[in-house]
């Protein structure tokens, strides 16, 4: 992944940045994390050790979600909300002309990919969820695994420390990795979502019920009408954040509908399996897609 594979395209009025690569059948990644998180700065650069590989087979696209990376944060208080980056989600596959797309979303990324092909199947071949505890019925433990970071928030060092909080193995956190994250967390709208989020409480108050009511009714979904396409998930096995446990019941919750969805794990992987073992996930895309297409 490099930066002159970036672009930009207008998404219902949002800027929104993405990376481009490749030739193939259309390939739509998307990262975990939300807007103005006090500890991580996720974006479309998370994918940055799967990129390159996959663009030599697919037309990759690498999307900065609704206020993240390099995109746009919400235009109105009422977006600071999941159901609006999943609606972003969609318009983007729309504004680019995929659909309909291979998806791939890790952490709250699989919350939106699963959440997109069951609301709009058109837009979807096939959807591949990734260690995401916002996909599956649980408790989230994050603030426990991912506590006391170092200070200053969103520096290189507090983001390192929360990295390997994450992982199995600390060996996939990249310098490129961590300079774009304080890039992006030193920018303006960052701040602004960061004050949004945090000092007017919108993620008390609205983000965090909005998406809990938001889960039940895709649980509800999927457990009466199913999900409408091929769907697998890849799970890391020592995930500290998104337990392998959870993974599996919404496996078989996903099952009740479609004899053909595969689970897949990951050994000595955490949080980030696609970046601990790329050619390992990368293989498992490839697999997926071929029997899709």
Known sequence: MHKEDEKFIDVEGVKTHYYEKGNGPPLVLFHGGAFGHPTAADSAWDWSTNFDVLAERYQVFAVDKLGQGFTDIPKSNDDYCMAAVVQHGADTIRALGLGPAHLVGHSRGGYLVCRLTLDNPE???????????????????????????????????????????????????????????????????????????????????????????????????????????????????????????????????????????????????????????????????????????
């Open 123 to 293: 837009l979807v071949k096939s959807c591949t969820i990734v260690d995401s505890n916002t996909s599956s019925p649980g408790v989230e433990l994050n603030a426990i695994v991912l506590g006391n970071p170092p200070e200053p928030l969103l520096s290189s060092e507090s983001h390192r420390w929360i990295f390997e909080h994450y992982s199995y193995s600390p060996n996939h956190i990249t310098d490129d990795w961590l300079d774009i994250c304080c890039e992006i967390a030193a920018r303006p709208d960052y701040r602004v979502a960061w004050e949004k989020m945090e000092t007017e409480e919108l993620r008390l108050r609205q983000f965090s019920p909005g998406l809990a009511a938001d889960k039940s009714k895709m649980f509800a979904k999927l457990r009466d009408e199913g999900i409408k396409r091929p769907t697998q998930i890849i799970w890391g096995k020592n995930d500290p954040t998104a337990s392998l446990e959870q993974g599996w019941v919404l496996y078989d919750l996903i099952t009740k509908h479609r004899r053909d969805v595969q689970f897949h794990v990951i050994n000595q992987a955490g949080h980030f399996s696609y970046r601990e073992h790329p050619k390992a996930f990368n293989e498992l895309i490839h697999a997926f897609v071929a029997a899709n297409e």
